[in-house]
C-alpha cells in the first residue's frame, strides 16, 4: 500500500509509516508521476483531484483534510470508482476565532459598535454556527439565510438573501463553493447583490474567493454601498488583486481555518478516516497541538474592552493582513509557514472582573 501525503499537513509523519509506504511531497509537487502508483493520496486545497491528475494511477481513496472539498473532482471519481473524504467541521471554530477577532477590530475603530448590528449569515453550516453563536453572544442580532436547510428544516428561521442584502450591516459568507444547481455559489455576491444593499455593510468572506464576485465587491465599495471589507478568500489565489487589498481592512491569505486546533482536528479526521478505509486501527489521541507560547492573558492591565483584549491577545487578523500587504506575491509562503495560533479554550484569563466570566467562559476560555 503506497500513501502520497502533502508535507504541509502537521502531526501526521509516523502514523501511517507502520501500515504502508508513505512518501510526502509539496503540493505543487503533487502530480500525474507521482501519484500513478500510490493507493492514497492525502491532500489539502491545493491539490485539484481531477481526470488530468488522477486517469490511468492507481488511487483508490483520497483524504483532504480541510472542509471544503470544491477541489476534488466529485463526479469523476464517483465514476471512476475513487472514494474521498473530507474533515468536515475541523476547523469550523478557527474560522469563528478569526470572524469574531476581525469585528472586534473593527469596533475597536470609532463609531463601529458591534452590540445592536445585524450580523446577516450566508451559510449555516458547521462555520455559520458558531458565527452565529458568537455574534449573538456580543449582543448582535442575527439574521440566517441557508436555502438548502431552510427546505429541510422550519423555514421561519432563515431569511432570504434580498432580505440579508437590505437589513444588514454586516453580512459574512460560509457557503461551500458550489459551481451549478440551484444551490449555486459561485458569484452568489455580485453586481446584482450589491445593488441591493440598503446599510452600507461590511462584507466578509471566508468561505472561497469564487463566492463574491471581487470586481464587482470592489465597485460596491468604491461606490459606497460597501464601508469596509473583510477577505480571506480571493478570486484567484494565490494572485491577489493588489487594489483590492489594499483597500480591504483585513486582508489575509486564506488562513480563517488555520487554528493548531483546527490543523490537529483535520489530521486526526483523516488518519481516522483512512485507516477505517484500510481495515485497520490507529491511535489518533496523540495528535495534539504544541501548547500557546504565552497561555495566561492577564486582563488587570487592560482597561477598555475586555472581551477584545482576551479575543485579540489569542489572535489578532491585523498581524497576518500588515504581512500579506507588505508582501502578496508570499501569499502561499505565508499559509506554508504559518505560525503556532491556538482558540480560546488553550489560554487562561486572569482577572476578569464578575461581570465578563460568564461571556469569556462561553467563548471557551479557561478563567482563573
Ligand atoms: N477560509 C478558510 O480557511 C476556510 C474556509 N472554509 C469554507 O467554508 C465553507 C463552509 O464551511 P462549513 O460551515 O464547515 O460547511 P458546512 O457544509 O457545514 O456548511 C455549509 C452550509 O452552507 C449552506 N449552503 C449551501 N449552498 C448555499 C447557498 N447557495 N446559499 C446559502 N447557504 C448555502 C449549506 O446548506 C450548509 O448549511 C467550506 O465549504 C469552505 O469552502 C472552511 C474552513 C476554513
Ligand atoms: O478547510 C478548508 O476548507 C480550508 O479552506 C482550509 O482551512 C484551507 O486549507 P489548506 O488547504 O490550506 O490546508
Given at each position: 500500500?503506497?500513501?502520497?501525503v502533502d508535507n504541509k499537513i502537521p502531526y501526521i509523519k509516523?502514523?501511517?509509516?507502520?501500515?504502508?509506504?508513505?512518501?510526502y511531497y509539496a503540493p505543487a509537487d503533487i502530480n500525474?508521476?507521482v501519484?500513478?502508483?500510490?493507493?492514497?493520496?492525502?491532500i489539502r486545497t491545493r491539490t485539484r483531484?481531477?481526470?488530468?491528475?488522477?486517469?490511468?494511477?492507481?488511487?483508490?481513496?483520497?483524504?483532504t483534510a480541510t472542509?471544503g472539498?470544491?477541489h476534488?473532482?466529485?463526479?469523476?471519481?464517483?465514476?471512476?470508482?475513487?472514494?474521498?473524504?473530507?474533515?468536515?467541521?475541523?476547523n469550523?471554530?478557527s474560522v469563528?476565532?478569526y470572524?469574531?477577532?476581525?469585528?472586534?477590530?473593527?469596533?475597536?475603530?470609532?463609531?463601529?459598535?458591534?452590540?445592536?448590528?445585524?450580523?446577516?449569515?450566508?451559510?449555516?453550516?458547521?462555520?455559520?454556527?458558531?458565527?452565529?453563536?458568537?455574534?449573538?453572544?456580543?449582543?448582535?442580532?442575527?439574521?440566517?439565510?441557508?436555502?438548502?436547510?431552510?427546505?429541510?428544516?422550519?423555514?421561519?428561521?432563515?431569511?432570504?438573501?434580498?432580505?440579508?442584502?437590505?437589513?444588514?450591516?454586516?453580512?459574512?459568507?460560509?457557503?461551500?463553493?458550489?459551481?451549478?444547481?440551484?444551490?449555486?455559489?459561485?458569484?452568489?455576491?455580485?453586481?446584482?447583490?450589491?445593488?441591493?444593499?440598503?446599510?452600507?455593510?461590511?462584507?466578509?468572506?471566508s468561505?472561497r474567493g469564487?463566492?463574491?464576485?471581487?470586481?464587482?465587491?470592489?465597485?460596491?465599495?468604491?461606490?459606497?454601498?460597501?464601508?469596509?471589507?473583510?477577505l480571506d478568500c480571493w478570486e484567484n489565489e494565490p494572485d491577489v488583486d493588489d487594489?483590492l487589498l489594499s483597500?480591504v481592512?483585513i486582508g489575509t491569505p486564506h488562513i480563517a481555518g488555520y487554528s493548531a486546533?483546527g490543523k490537529?482536528?483535520a489530521t486526526?479526521?483523516?488518519?481516522?478516516?483512512?485507516?477505517?478505509?484500510?481495515?485497520?486501527?490507529?491511535?489518533?489521541?496523540?495528535?495534539?497541538p504544541p501548547?500557546?507560547v504565552?497561555?495566561?492573558?492577564?486582563?488587570?492591565?487592560?482597561?477598555?474592552?475586555?472581551?477584545?483584549?482576551?479575543?485579540?491577545?489569542?489572535y489578532d487578523p491585523r498581524n497576518d493582513t500588515a504581512a500579506l500587504r507588505a508582501a502578496p506575491g508570499t501569499f502561499e509562503k505565508l499559509r506554508g509557514e504559518y505560525g503556532l495560533r491556538?482558540?480560546?479554550?488553550?489560554?487562561?484569563?486572569?482577572?476578569?472582573?464578575?461581570?465578563?466570566?460568564?461571556?469569556?467562559?462561553?467563548?471557551?476560555?479557561?478563567?482563573?
Open positions: 500500500m503506497k500513501i502520497i509516523g502514523i501511517l509509516e507502520p501500515f504502508a509506504d508513505v512518501e500525474r508521476e501519484v500513478c502508483d500510490a493507493d492514497i493520496l492525502i483531484c481531477n481526470r488530468e491528475l488522477l486517469d490511468g494511477s492507481k488511487v483508490r481513496y483520497i483524504g472542509i472539498y470544491d476534488i473532482d466529485t463526479e469523476w471519481c464517483g465514476k471512476n470508482g475513487i472514494v474521498w473524504t473530507n474533515a468536515p467541521g475541523c469550523a471554530s469563528g476565532q470572524i469574531l477577532s476581525s469585528l472586534l477590530s473593527l469596533q475597536e475603530r470609532k463609531d463601529f459598535v458591534l452590540e445592536g448590528k445585524v450580523i446577516g449569515i450566508v451559510g449555516v453550516g458547521n462555520v455559520g454556527r458558531i458565527v452565529a453563536d458568537y455574534c449573538r453572544m456580543v449582543g448582535m442580532e442575527v439574521l440566517l439565510n441557508d436555502p438548502p436547510r431552510a427546505r429541510l428544516e422550519d423555514s421561519t428561521c432563515f431569511v432570504s438573501l434580498d432580505e440579508v442584502a437590505k437589513e444588514c450591516d454586516i453580512i459574512t459568507f460560509h457557503t461551500p463553493l458550489n459551481k451549478s444547481g440551484m444551490d449555486c455559489t459561485y458569484h452568489l455576491a455580485g453586481a446584482d447583490f450589491f445593488s441591493r444593499l440598503r446599510k452600507r455593510p461590511v462584507i466578509i468572506n468561505s469564487e463566492v463574491v464576485d471581487n470586481r464587482a465587491l470592489y465597485n460596491a465599495y468604491q461606490s459606497g454601498n460597501v464601508s469596509e471589507m473583510i487594489v483597500n481592512f486546533d490537529a482536528n486526526r479526521q483523516i488518519v481516522q478516516a483512512v485507516s477505517r478505509w484500510m481495515g485497520i486501527s490507529i491511535d489518533t489521541s496523540l495528535i495534539q501548547a500557546p504565552f497561555p495566561d492573558i492577564d486582563l488587570s492591565l487592560c482597561s477598555d474592552n475586555i472581551l477584545a483584549s482576551a479575543v485579540l491577545a489569542t491556538r482558540e480560546f479554550n488553550a489560554y487562561t484569563v486572569h482577572h476578569a472582573v464578575s461581570r465578563d466570566i460568564e461571556l469569556l467562559q462561553k467563548l471557551g476560555f479557561q478563567v482563573s
